[in-house]
Each structure stands twice: as structure tokens, then as C-alpha cells.
């Protein structure tokens, strides 16, 4: 009788990670794509300039809008949609400010708003403590 031995096969130990990559790769587009749609704000009009754009940075801007009634809105916080008050508003920036000292900070002011807002807007971001604030406009069609 022949010595037929059955030869066990050892249990494979490495995972096939390439169909996991690629369901990575699929939803890092699927973000990309939709992160800028995602984004939320007050309807402003807004001032048309003839200025360079500002040099992208890798934080969330702070942007405080105030609207063509002179109401200021906050793109942090529980609802950005939600008018806030003076005290708030510098709160809230001085807030984010302390956390991530870099971040940019910016004014979306309304075509229709009285400067006055607008002004108002800077020196309360500079009571927060930002140290320069970015006017936000949009650019002429020449």
C-alpha cells in the first residue's frame, strides 16, 4: 500500500486590502464632489470689485455676513442661518480664535447695507481679536 499522506494546506494569513482601497478611493471622490455644495449661508448681494482673490488657506474662513437689514450672521455655531447680536458675535470669533489662531477672517456685506454695518462688523472682529479681516466681493465681468 502506497503512503498517501494528505498534505494540509496552512491558513492563509494576509487579507486582500486592494478592494478595500478602492472603495476608499470612490468615497474620498464622492466627498470631494459634494463638500463644496454643502455650503451653507445667508442670501447677501454682494459688492462688485476689481481685486485678486485671496490665497486659499487650509481652514475654514470665519465669515460673519451682514445682511441688507444690517443683521449679522456667523458661519459657526448651532444654526449659521440664525441672526446673532453684537456680544455674540464677538464671542463666538474670539472663541474660534483662541483654538485655531490662523484662521482667516472675513465680511460678506449686502450692496444694499448702510457701511456703517459693515464697519461696525471690523471693529467688533478686531474687539474678538482677529488680527485682519478679508472683505468678500464678487468679481466684475469685464
Do not use: W
Not at 31 to 36: C, D, G, W
Not at 70 to 84: A, S
Amino acid at each position: 500500500m502506497a503512503n498517501t499522506r494528505r498534505v494540509r494546506k496552512r491558513p492563509m494569513s494576509e487579507i486582500n486590502v486592494v478592494p478595500y482601497i478602492d472603495v476608499m478611493l470612490v468615497l474620498l471622490i464622492i466627498f470631494m464632489v459634494t463638500a463644496p455644495l454643502m455650503t451653507q449661508g445667508v442670501k447677501v448681494d454682494l459688492p462688485q470689485a476689481s481685486a485678486e482673490p485671496v490665497q486659499q488657506s487650509e481652514t475654514e474662513p470665519l465669515i460673519v455676513s451682514v445682511d441688507a437689514d444690517g443683521f449679522y450672521y456667523l458661519n459657526v455655531g448651532e444654526d449659521p442661518k440664525q441672526g446673532i447680536d453684537h456680544d455674540l458675535l464677538v464671542q463666538r470669533v474670539a472663541a474660534v480664535l483662541k483654538y485655531k489662531p490662523g484662521t482667516p477672517v472675513l465680511v460678506r456685506g449686502d450692496a444694499a447695507v448702510n457701511y456703517g454695518a459693515v464697519v461696525t462688523a471690523m471693529a467688533l472682529l478686531q474687539k474678538a481679536g482677529a488680527p485682519s479681516v478679508g472683505l468678500v466681493t464678487e468679481a466684475l465681468d469685464e
